[in-house]
Structure formats: C-alpha cells, structure tokens
C-alpha cells in the first residue's frame, strides 16, 4: 500500500513575511487560521490539504543547516497546481503579475493542458495549469 499525506505543507523562505502574505491573499488565497500568523511566519491555504508556509529567511535558517537557495540564480522546485478552467489560470497568472510577481513563461495550450506560470516576490517559481483529465488518461 502507497503512503498518503494527510496534509502537506510546504515551507518557503522569504524576505518579508508581510509582503509575501500580502501578496498570496491578494491571489485569492486565504490564510490558515489554524497556524501562527506572525513576523516569522504566515499559513497559505493552497488547497484542500495543502498549504504554503510563508518562513522569515532569518528564521528559516533556524530550521536547517543548509543555506537558503539564492533564487535569483537557481530554482530548487516549481510549485505546480491546478485550477477548474483555463480563464482562472489567467487570472491567478495576471493578477501576480500585478501584484509585484514576474511572468515565468508564456502561456502554453497543450491541448488537454493549459499552462502559465510566475515568479513570485522571493523568486519562487509557480506553474498554474488547467487539465482536461480524460484525454491525459488516454
């Protein structure tokens, strides 16, 4: 049997908790009230299971003995996710934009895909993607 994550939360630094928290809600996402909300650090609820804490890079280095990934030079990941229609992919990649992110790519229509992604204020990258599931299945 294959292990299940119950809830995952993925943890990124930043170099300003509050820029990044304003940032992620003006997407659309909303905090977790469940988690602190704090200088050091604000709860992203990405999805169902999933959320994006927000980590001050002084207390990210806290957690770990590794240095933090200068992502002006190298990406470490790409945080993919998927939305109900390809306008909803715009919207998300549009309004980053106009909230301070950069353009990752241009859009690209794959057929039973559609992708567009940012990079947020600290460099990390986001792949939003819309998928039509019967023909990836095929």
């Not at 990941?77 to 241009?106: C, M, P, Q, W, Y």
């Amino acid at each position: 049997m294959a292990l299940t994550s119950t809830f995952t939360s993925l943890n990124l630094p930043v170099k300003n908790v509050a820029q990044s928290k304003a940032f992620f809600t003006g997407i659309g996402f909303a905090l977790n009230p469940q988690f602190p909300d704090n200088e050091n650090s604000a709860a992203i609820i990405i999805g169902d299971n999933l959320q994006v804490m927000l980590i001050a890079d002084s207390f990210f280095t806290t957690l770990t003995e590794r240095e933090i990934v200068d992502t002006s030079k190298y990406s470490q990941f790409t945080i993919a996710l998927a939305f109900e229609s390809r306008s909803k992919v715009d919207e998300i990649v549009n309004t980053a934009v106009s909230l301070g992110g950069k353009l990752h790519a241009e859009p690209e229509d794959h057929g039973f895909m559609y992708h567009w992604g940012f990079v947020d204020l600290d460099g990390h990258l986001w792949a939003i993607n819309c998928m039509d599931n019967e023909p990836a299945q095929a």
